[in-house]
C-alpha cells in the first residue's frame, strides 16, 4: 500500500475530517452541486469518492431521488455519516476501492482529494473510476486547477505532499471524454480566481463511447 494512502488510512483520513467538519454542513453553496443543477443532470445513481461523511451525497438523493453511494479514508466521518444519514451507503476506503460496490454508476464525483493521492496510485483510480462509470455518465471533479502543475509539503502531516494539477485533462486526453462545464473559483470565498497557484475549479466530464466521438478516417465528427 503507498505511504499517503496508508496514512489517510490509518490517521490523516480522521483528523482530515475533524479540520473540516464545521465547514461541512454549509453546503447550500456547494460548488458541485450548482454545477450539476445548473446544467440539469438527471443522474440516477452517484458515487462519491472523498465523501466525508455524505453531507453532500445527502443533499443531491434528497433533491434528485438518485441512489447514492460514497467512499471515504475517515473511519470517523463514515461513523457519523452512517448515523446521520441512513439512507446513504457509505463505506470506509479510498477512491482506488470504488469496485468494493459490485456496480456501476450514472455520475462519479472526485471530492477534492486526488492532489492528495500518491503518484503511483494516480493513474490506477483514472482507471478504477472510469471502469464503475456508465457510458454517457458525467466525471465530476473539485480539486486544485493551477495553470502550472506543482508539489509541495502538505503542511498538515510531515512526509506528505500535495500534487496541484488540473486532474480532469488526464481523462479528457483519452478521447472519450467531452466537457460540459468548467468555473475556476477560490475556495474560501467562492469568488471568480485570481490566485491561480492556488484556485480550485469544479470540471464536468461526460463520459461517450469512443465511436460516438470520431469517424472512420480519424477526424472528430462533426457535432463535437
Not at 496514512?7 to 461541512?24: I, K
Not at 475517515?74 to 451507503?89: C, T, Y
Not at 468555473?183 to 469568488?191: H, I, Q, V
Amino acid at each position: 500500500m503507498s505511504n499517503q494512502r496508508n496514512v489517510f488510512l490509518r490517521s490523516e483520513g480522521d483528523a482530515y475530517f475533524r479540520r473540516s467538519r464545521s465547514t461541512l454542513e454549509s453546503a447550500d453553496d456547494d460548488a458541485v452541486i450548482r454545477a450539476i443543477e445548473f446544467l440539469d443532470l438527471e443522474i440516477g445513481s452517484v458515487l462519491e469518492l472523498g465523501c466525508a461523511n455524505g453531507h453532500r451525497l445527502e443533499k443531491l438523493r434528497t433533491r434528485m431521488g438518485c441512489e447514492a453511494f460514497g467512499l471515504d479514508p475517515s473511519g470517523q466521518a463514515i461513523k457519523d455519516g452512517v448515523r446521520s444519514f441512513p439512507e446513504l451507503d457509505l463505506r470506509v476506503g479510498t477512491g482506488l476501492e470504488a469496485d468494493v460496490f459490485q456496480r456501476d454508476f450514472e455520475c462519479v464525483i472526485f471530492g477534492f482529494f486526488l492532489y492528495l493521492v500518491d503518484r503511483t496510485d494516480v493513474l490506477e483510480q483514472f482507471s478504477v473510476a472510469d471502469r464503475v462509470l456508465r457510458d454517457g455518465g458525467y466525471a465530476v471533479f473539485l480539486d486544485f486547477s493551477p495553470m502550472v502543475p506543482s508539489v509541495n509539503d502538505y503542511h498538515h502531516h510531515e512526509g506528505l505532499k500535495s500534487y496541484k494539477l488540473q486532474y480532469e485533462n488526464v481523462l479528457l486526453a483519452c478521447g472519450t471524454y467531452t466537457r460540459l462545464f468548467s468555473w475556476a473559483f477560490d475556495l474560501s470565498s467562492r469568488k471568480p480566481a485570481h490566485d491561480w497557484e492556488n484556485a480550485c475549479s469544479v470540471e464536468v466530464l461526460q463520459k461517450r463511447r469512443f465511436e460516438e466521438l470520431y469517424t472512420n478516417d480519424g477526424g472528430v465528427t462533426p457535432d463535437r
